[in-house]
């Protein structure tokens, strides 16, 4: 018996698919055009999307410090920073639209509360020293987590990560140097310092997501080498590259239990409070409402932006079409 034979389509997605495996399997990257699994799309957009939200809400957090900083020239720093989270944003919207979403239905996902973006900026903010726990711990945690995605099998979403990697480590630096500041400082400055550190340390260790038994993404998202390393490792690197830096700030980790296990070559850490990681992914977290409703504020305050532009375009164009006629 011989089989049916198969439509245009189908045969178009067989070979697509060989293409596609055969790209992911010799670490080369999918581009825009190029056939991909409709899954390998859908976790794209998935990740790209919250990613770019992440950094868009991930403004706000620092942004409520810059009339307040505590110089011209840390304003300066401040603003700096802040403005290139919004250029991550853009970059990263980009890449996901290169995938057949639109920034406005991102946007429409995002301030209707329906997309997800990171934990860490359901976080209050209540002293400068926050700015430098962020800058160490976030953007330290940014940077672990992003570096392998500069060889992620996606090229739009990989080549954005380049440059923002290089941002981050400016924001990191500029972080650690804040502490060092406040180290160098008074007492008082050295427990603002700490407090801070404190708040921040455990939310920035959930930054990678749920532990490996508990990541439904992670196994596929690695054979497809979106993702080059697993939660865990990612966060044991980042425990790694702290210890020295906190010993260089002279600031205490807040976990009695870290330390190096020589046996297994891995640190042992205290259990994270995944209910709290869990309670903010579910909107409960301390910031989650006043986070979503500035974004909606702001996109709606912004509605004559964006029609102006768009006025703005078609007036360019229909001068364009005039001067080609
Ligand atoms: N927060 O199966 P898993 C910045 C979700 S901004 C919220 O491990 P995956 C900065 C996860 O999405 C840069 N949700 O997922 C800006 C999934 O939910 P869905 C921030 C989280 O995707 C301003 C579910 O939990 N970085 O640097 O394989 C100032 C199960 O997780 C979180 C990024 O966005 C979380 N922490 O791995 C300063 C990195 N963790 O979608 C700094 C890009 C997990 O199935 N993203 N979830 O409903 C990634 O690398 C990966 O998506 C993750 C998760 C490692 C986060």
Same mark, same amino acid.
């Given at each position: 018996?011989?089989?049916?034979?198969?439509?245009?389509?189908?045969?178009?997605?067989?070979?697509?698919?060989?293409?596609?495996?055969?790209?992911?399997?010799?670490?080369?990257?999918?581009?825009?055009?190029?056939?991909?699994?409709?899954?390998?799309?859908?976790?794209?957009?998935?990740?790209?999307?919250?990613?770019?939200?992440?950094?868009?809400?991930?403004? @706000?957090?620092?942004?409520?410090?810059?009339?307040?900083?505590?110089?011209?020239?840390?304003?300066?720093?401040?603003?700096?920073?802040?403005?290139?989270?919004?250029?991550?944003?853009?970059?990263?919207?980009?890449?996901?639209?290169?995938?057949?979403?639109?920034?406005?239905?991102?946007?429409?996902?995002?301030?209707?509360?329906?997309?997800?973006?990171?934990?860490?900026?359901?976080?209050?903010?209540?002293?400068?020293?926050?700015?430098?726990?962020?800058?160490?711990?976030?953007?330290?945690?940014?940077?672990?987590?992003?570096?392998?995605?500069?060889?992620?099998?996606?090229?739009?979403?990989?080549?954005?990560?380049?440059?923002?990697?290089?941002?981050? +480590? #400016?924001?990191?630096?500029?972080? #650690?140097?804040?502490?060092?500041?406040?180290?160098?400082?008074?007492?008082? @400055?050295?427990?603002?310092?700490?407090?801070?550190?404190?708040?921040?340390?455990?939310?920035?260790?959930?930054?990678?997501?749920?532990?490996?038994?508990? +990541?439904?993404?992670?196994?596929?998202?690695?054979?497809?080498?979106?993702?080059? #390393?697993?939660?865990?490792?990612?966060?044991?690197?980042?425990?790694?590259?702290?210890?020295? @830096?906190?010993?260089?700030?002279?600031?205490?980790?807040?976990?009695?239990?870290?330390?190096?296990?020589?046996?297994?070559?891995?640190?042992?850490?205290?259990?994270?409070?995944?209910?709290?990681?869990?309670?903010?992914?579910?909107?409960?977290?301390?910031?989650?409402?006043?986070?979503?409703?500035?974004?909606?504020?702001?996109?709606?305050?912004?509605?004559?932006?964006?029609?102006?532009?768009?006025?703005?375009?078609?007036?360019?164009?229909?001068?364009?079409?005039?001067?080609?006629?």
């Amino acid at each position: 018996m011989t089989a049916p034979a198969l439509t245009a389509a189908e045969a178009d997605s067989v070979v697509g698919q060989a293409v596609f495996d055969e790209i992911i399997a010799r670490d080369s990257r999918i581009e825009p055009r190029d056939w991909m699994p409709d899954a390998y799309r859908r976790t794209l957009v998935r990740q790209i999307s919250q990613h770019a939200h992440s950094e868009i809400i991930g403004m @706000q957090p620092e942004g409520n410090w810059i009339t307040r900083a505590p110089s011209l020239k840390r304003k300066a720093i401040l603003m700096a920073k802040v403005q290139d989270e919004a250029g991550h944003g853009l970059y990263l919207y980009s890449a996901a639209q290169t995938l057949g979403i639109t920034r406005d239905e991102m946007t429409q996902q995002l301030i209707d509360g329906k997309a997800k973006y990171s934990s860490i900026f359901n976080y209050p903010t209540p002293t400068w020293a926050d700015m430098g726990a962020i800058g160490w711990l976030v953007d330290g945690a940014a940077i672990c987590n992003q570096v392998p995605l500069c060889r992620a099998s996606y090229g739009p979403y990989a080549r954005a990560m380049v440059r923002v990697c290089k941002e981050e +480590s #400016f924001h990191q630096r500029q972080g #650690f140097e804040i502490l060092l500041s406040l180290m160098n400082g008074t007492e008082a @400055q050295r427990e603002m310092a700490q407090d801070a550190v404190d708040r921040w340390y455990w939310p920035s260790l959930m930054m990678f997501g749920p532990p490996d038994d508990e +990541s439904p993404n992670s196994a596929q998202s690695m054979a497809w080498k979106i993702k080059r #390393f697993s939660n865990d490792e990612l966060r044991q690197r980042f425990v790694g590259m702290l210890v020295p @830096q906190a010993e260089v700030l002279g600031i205490r980790l807040p976990d009695p239990d870290l330390r190096w296990n020589e046996d297994e070559k891995r640190w042992d850490m205290s259990e994270i409070d995944w209910t709290e990681f869990h309670e903010v992914l579910a909107g409960r977290g301390p910031m989650n409402a006043v986070r979503i409703q500035n974004r909606r504020d702001a996109h709606e305050e912004g509605a004559w932006v964006r029609e102006a532009a768009a006025e703005y375009a078609r007036t360019q164009a229909r001068k364009t079409e005039r001067a080609v006629a």
